[in-house]
């Protein structure tokens, strides 16, 4: 996971046996989620935003 700027780069909810966990960079946005069944997803940013 990227940074730790602002405290745990990592959030995961408890949902018993159903865990998922968002990772976050240094601007507090999201990063990634990986579920329960171990399948991910990750966020880039292209910059483009304005």
Do not use: F, H, I, R
């Not at 959030?11 to 990634?32: F, M």
């Amino acid at each position: 996971m990227a940074g730790s700027g602002y405290g745990s780069p990592q959030k995961t909810t408890n949902g018993g046996s159903n865990q998922v966990t968002y990772g976050y960079d240094n601007l507090k946005s999201a990063e990634s989620v990986t579920g329960w069944n171990s399948n991910s997803t990750t966020y880039a940013y292209d910059g483009a935003a304005g």
